[in-house]
Structures are given as structure tokens and as C-alpha cells.
């Protein structure tokens, strides 16, 4: 069982909202496994290099900087994952990942993930920012948080607010879902990183039961460009384990995302996209990459010519 672990600031927020509920508290309906949902869905363990990192594309490299999170998304795609209870990077592992980046100009972007990389201390994020500035002090670097929503007071740190804005080109990649989750103390986390010269991008995963409604969704993606967060991906659910009750079934989430579109700007909307079921890398739900549903489900076509199919779920209570 994947446990339950939330914040105070959660805490709280969950009895107010149902939303944050669903999203945080555990179900047994997380008992349920279909036979084709996966352990590692994405398929990342299959491009492992160098330790915790994953070089699934040629030009990015994902590191796992941590296991561990400030709390628990019910939804989590890596909750069966390999680095979930690892703690933060140590120097040899560090080192590999130095190595790796010298010995790969390819590589334009590193994508700092976990687990949530801000559940390090700030002693160690200025060891690792050094360490990737040394190897490559040309390279951007993202970092996949779910902490200003789940902790916001962690950016009321000014040094680790100072260390992000002198270390180059550096993005924060929230991860909201829903405008409940956008508190005063949370807007104010956003505020203060946007204001020391950080570019804010955000990823929602669409939920069932959370943020299945247009209206819902077009709330969230308008406040967020209002903070200076641009809406980046919008994610159809992965096949995880135990996950099938917040999947949304691919065609009435098409219908869901092509409403959108005539209700957000441009600046607010969004790529829909998913990732081929097992590997094979992230698709927009768009053709020519999402062809007609056939008896295997819908197919999917990378740019590089990996295919793959995405289930036609039934739109209902998982028993």
C-alpha cells in the first residue's frame, strides 16, 4: 500500500475541499489493479544511466534527486517506483551525474524530479546546483515541485530562493491541479519566486472526480497566467497501479480539452498529452499522433515512430 502522508498546510486545505481530498487521501478503491496498468508506466527504469537519472531523450536528462515527498498524490505515476524511499542524492551519486553531463553535450536541458526535489535541504541544493553549473554551465535546468502546494512555507528560505536565481537558467515546474490548491500561502510561494527572476511553468494531470469539468479547468489555467505561471502540459492519467478511478476515459477527456480551447487563450491552454503506456515517450493527444480507437484502444505515434496504444476505459466506479 502506498501510504498516506500529508502536510498541516494540507491538512487543513482538505477539509475544506474535496478536490484536495480526493487527491490526497487514500481510497480503497487504490486496491483495485486492472491488468494493464503498471508498476513503472512510463517505462523509465528501461533508460536508466548513471545511477538515479533516466536519458530517455537525447537532448534531456532526468535525475531523481530524491524519494521523497512532502506528501502523497494518490495518482502518483512513480508511487511503485524504484527511488521512492531513497534519500537525497549523495556525492558519488552526484559525481556520476557530473560525469554523465560532461560526457554528453546532447544534453540541453537536466530535469531535476523525485519524489519532490524541495524536500532537500538547502545546504544540499547548493552542493547540487554547483555540481551541475561546474559540468555544464550552459545547460537549463528544470525542477519538478509539488512543494508550493504542499508546503509553501519552504520558499520563505531566502537563501534557497537566491541559490535558484544565481545559478543560471533555471525553471520551476509546479505541479497544480486544481484552483483550490492556489492558497494565499501558495500564491504568495509563486510571487516570491517569480519576483527573483525564476520562469514558472506548471503540469496538471487531469483527475476524475477533481478537475474534470471545463469550468474547473479554465479557473485553474486563467489564475495561473494571472500569477505569471504558464500552464505548460495537461496530462492524461498514466496507467499506474491502482489508479483507474481518477481516469478520465481518452475520448471524453478529447471532448473536455477541445471545449477548452474556445473558453482560454492561447497563453492559458495547455498541451494535452500522455505518455505511451510501458515507454516510448510523451505524445501530444493530437494527430497525427492520436489515430482512431480501434480494439487494442487509441493508437499513439511518437515523432520518432514509437507506437503504442492507450485503453478506451468505461466511465465509471472502479469495484
Same mark, same amino acid.
Not at 517505462?43 to 544511466?49: F, K, L, P, Q
Given at each position: 500500500?502506498?501510504?498516506?502522508?500529508?502536510?498541516?498546510?494540507?491538512?487543513?486545505?482538505?477539509?475544506?475541499?474535496?478536490?484536495?481530498?480526493?487527491?490526497?487521501?487514500?481510497?480503497?478503491?487504490?486496491?483495485?489493479?486492472?491488468?494493464?496498468?503498471?508498476?513503472?508506466?512510463?517505462?523509465?527504469?528501461?533508460?536508466?544511466?548513471?545511477?538515479?537519472?533516466?536519458?530517455?531523450?537525447?537532448?534531456?536528462?532526468?535525475?531523481?534527486?530524491?524519494?521523497?515527498?512532502?506528501?502523497?498524490?494518490?495518482?502518483?505515476?512513480?508511487?511503485?517506483?524504484?527511488?521512492?524511499?531513497?534519500?537525497?542524492?549523495?556525492?558519488?551519486?552526484?559525481?556520476?551525474?557530473?560525469?554523465?553531463?560532461?560526457?554528453?553535450?546532447?544534453?540541453?536541458?537536466?530535469?531535476?524530479?523525485?519524489?519532490?526535489?524541495?524536500?532537500?535541504?538547502?545546504?544540499?541544493?547548493?552542493?547540487?546546483?554547483?555540481?551541475?553549473?561546474?559540468?555544464?554551465?550552459?545547460?537549463?535546468?528544470?525542477?519538478?515541485?509539488?512543494?508550493?502546494?504542499?508546503?509553501?512555507?519552504?520558499?520563505?528560505?531566502?537563501?534557497?530562493?537566491?541559490?535558484?536565481?544565481?545559478?543560471?537558467?533555471?525553471?520551476?515546474?509546479?505541479?497544480?491541479?486544481?484552483?483550490?490548491?492556489?492558497?494565499?500561502?501558495?500564491?504568495?510561494?509563486?510571487? @516570491?519566486?517569480?519576483?527573483? =527572476? /525564476?520562469?514558472?511553468?506548471?503540469?496538471? #494531470?487531469?483527475?476524475? $472526480?477533481?478537475?474534470?469539468? !471545463?469550468?474547473?479547468?479554465?479557473?485553474?489555467?486563467?489564475?495561473?497566467?494571472?500569477?505569471?505561471?504558464?500552464?505548460?502540459?495537461?496530462?492524461?492519467?498514466?496507467?499506474?497501479?491502482?489508479?483507474?478511478?481518477?481516469?478520465?476515459?481518452?475520448?471524453?477527456?478529447?471532448?473536455?480539452?477541445?471545449?477548452? @480551447?474556445?473558453?482560454?487563450? =492561447? /497563453?492559458?491552454?495547455?498541451?494535452?498529452? #500522455?505518455?505511451?503506456? $510501458?515507454?516510448?515517450?510523451? !505524445?501530444?493527444?493530437?494527430?497525427?499522433?492520436?489515430?482512431?480507437?480501434?480494439?487494442?484502444?487509441?493508437?499513439?505515434?511518437?515523432?520518432?515512430?514509437?507506437?503504442?496504444?492507450?485503453?478506451?476505459?468505461?466511465?465509471?466506479?472502479?469495484?
Amino acid at each position: 500500500m502506498y501510504p498516506e502522508k500529508l502536510t498541516t498546510h494540507l491538512e487543513a486545505l482538505a477539509l475544506s475541499s474535496r478536490a484536495v481530498a480526493a487527491m490526497f487521501r487514500y481510497d480503497d478503491r487504490e486496491k483495485a489493479t486492472l491488468d494493464y496498468e503498471l508498476a513503472d508506466p512510463l517505462g523509465e527504469s528501461r533508460h536508466a544511466v548513471a545511477g538515479r537519472a533516466v536519458h530517455q531523450y537525447p537532448d534531456r536528462l532526468l535525475v531523481h534527486v530524491t524519494g521523497r515527498c512532502a506528501a502523497h498524490c494518490r495518482y502518483c505515476f512513480r508511487r511503485s517506483g524504484v527511488h521512492r524511499a531513497c534519500g537525497p542524492l549523495d556525492e558519488r551519486e552526484t559525481g556520476l551525474i557530473q560525469d554523465y553531463l560532461k560526457g554528453h553535450d546532447q544534453i540541453k536541458e537536466v530535469l531535476l524530479s523525485g519524489g519532490d526535489p524541495f524536500t532537500m535541504g538547502t545546504d544540499l541544493w547548493e552542493y547540487l546546483l554547483d555540481g551541475i553549473r561546474q559540468a555544464r554551465p550552459d545547460i537549463t535546468v528544470r525542477i519538478g515541485t509539488r512543494m508550493p502546494v504542499s508546503d509553501p512555507v519552504r520558499f520563505e528560505d531566502n537563501r534557497l530562493i537566491q541559490l535558484l536565481a544565481d545559478h543560471g537558467v533555471v525553471w520551476i515546474m509546479t505541479h497544480i491541479n486544481h484552483s483550490d490548491e492556489l492558497t494565499a500561502e501558495t500564491k504568495a510561494s509563486l510571487e @516570491r519566486l517569480r519576483k527573483n =527572476g /525564476l520562469s514558472l511553468a506548471n503540469q496538471t #494531470v487531469l483527475l476524475k $472526480g477533481v478537475n474534470d469539468e !471545463v469550468e474547473v479547468l479554465a479557473r485553474l489555467f486563467t489564475t495561473l497566467v494571472d500569477l505569471g505561471v504558464k500552464p505548460y502540459y495537461l496530462f492524461q492519467g498514466d496507467l499506474a497501479l491502482g489508479t483507474a478511478h481518477f481516469r478520465v476515459p481518452l475520448s471524453r477527456a478529447l471532448a473536455i480539452v477541445n471545449e477548452l @480551447r474556445r473558453h482560454v487563450s =492561447g /497563453l492559458a491552454m495547455p498541451v494535452f498529452a #500522455v505518455d505511451i503506456p $510501458g515507454g516510448g515517450g510523451k !505524445v501530444p493527444l493530437c494527430p497525427p499522433w492520436l489515430g482512431a480507437p480501434g480494439k487494442k484502444g487509441w493508437p499513439l505515434t511518437h515523432p520518432d515512430g514509437h507506437t503504442g496504444f492507450y485503453p478506451e476505459e468505461k466511465d465509471g466506479p472502479v469495484k
